[in-house]
């Protein structure tokens, strides 16, 4: 079993920057891959931003060159910075990974942008 929890999401006006974190139970060394998904309202949930464990980074368009995902794992912690935030990234907020053929998520953060 693997647990995910993520934090920092909150309200913002648009231009403005957050620092989103999802903190796994386990090494993160366990992973291939790591990734942040959203979800706004009435949409389906999307692929944001996927790093491997070599630390490869891929980005989905939307957000290409302002948002970037790291990773610590020794603090066993994933992160998404997001710069120059729209009101188009109003969305929850999720992190996944695969383990062991299972996807795992957290319970995900609700990030808001005023314009």
């Known amino acids: 079993q693997v647990q995910l929890v993520e934090s920092g999401g909150g309200l913002v006006q648009a231009g403005k920057s957050l620092k989103l974190s999802c903190a796994a139970s386990?090494?993160?060394?366990?992973?291939?891959?790591m990734a942040w998904y959203r979800q706004a309202p009435g949409s389906e949930r999307e692929l944001v931003a996927s790093?491997?464990?070599?630390?490869?980074?891929n980005y989905a368009d939307a957000v290409k060159g302002r948002f970037t995902i790291s990773r610590d794992n020794a603090k066993r912690t994933v992160y998404l910075q997001m710069n120059s935030l729209n009101a188009e990234d109003t969305a929850v907020y999720y992190c996944?990974?695969?383990?062991?053929?299972?996807?795992?998520w957290g319970q995900g953060t609700q990030v808001t942008v005023s314009s």
């Open positions: 790093i491997t464990s070599g630390g490869t980074a």
């Open positions: 996944k990974v695969r383990w062991s053929g299972v996807d795992y």
């Open positions: 386990v090494s993160l060394l366990n992973f291939n891959a």
